[in-house]
T-cell receptor
């Protein structure tokens, strides 16, 4: 079945530094990928839709300069949290849409802690 | 506009008893509907999906859901709960022609011995 690899699974960084999270579709092409944020005991909040070869579409209220998204190939999207602050600490999850069957596969998530 | 309402934030069952997780949706267009399961600090795993074929959808691990258009519901059921079923469950809607998903707030399933 379709597999999405997300790395790292956990990261701790200092305030002011940047962190990059990778989302890779291993056995299918994904023109479209999605980035979500999940707060403790809450649902997933869509941050942005990432389209291969074009700019990401950000949801209202999401700072595009803080959360940089790059989708340079059909199998890889990256989310960079720039100048991270403690309030950016959260669980980030990516999802890739399989171009063949319009299915959605999720990565295993990244727990970001900013200290 | 589309929305998803999961009617229970928590459901507690005993092992071996039936599971019912309720979901109602609203969507302007013929939707696709999904149920995902999330174990702690993990990503989401697809249990099943409805995409306008059979209204009774069978998924993995013995779960199934029935799409009822007249009731705008897509409840998830399982005849007999296992301890390993304890997790968070999300009902998700995607309107026809759209690529983004709308998530319910989730239902935590607790299974006691």
């Amino acid at each position: 079945g379709a597999v999405v690899s997300q790395h790292p699974s956990r990261v701790i960084c200092k305030s002011g530094t940047s962190v990059k999270i990778e989302c890779r579709s291993l056995d299918f092409q994904a023109t479209t990928m999605f980035w979500y944020r999940q707060f403790p005991k809450q649902s997933l909040m869509l941050m942005a839709t990432s389209n291969e070869g074009s700019k990401a579409t950000y949801e209202q209220g999401v700072e595009k300069d803080k959360f940089l998204i790059n989708h340079a190939s059909l199998t890889l999207s990256t989310l960079t949290v720039t100048s991270a602050h403690p309030e950016d600490s959260s669980f980030y999850i990516c999802s890739a849409r399989d171009d063949r069957e319009y299915g959605y596969t999720f990565g295993s998530g990244t727990r970001l802690t900013v200290v | 506009a589309q929305s998803v309402t999961q009617l229970d934030s928590h459901v507690s069952v005993s092992e071996g008893t039936p599971v019912l997780l309720r979901c109602n949706y609203s969507s302007s267009y013929s939707p696709s509907l999904f149920w995902y399961v999330q174990h702690p600090n993990k990503g989401l795993q697809l249990l099943l999906k409805y995409t306008s074929a059979a209204t009774l959808v069978k998924g993995i691990n013995g779960f199934e859901a029935e799409f009822k258009k007249s009731e705008t519901s897509f409840h998830l059921t399982k005849p007999s709960a296992h301890m390993s079923d304890a997790a968070e469950y999300f009902c998700v809607v995607r309107p026809s022609g759209y690529s983004t998903l709308t998530f319910g707030k989730g239902t935590m399933l607790l299974v006691s011995p």
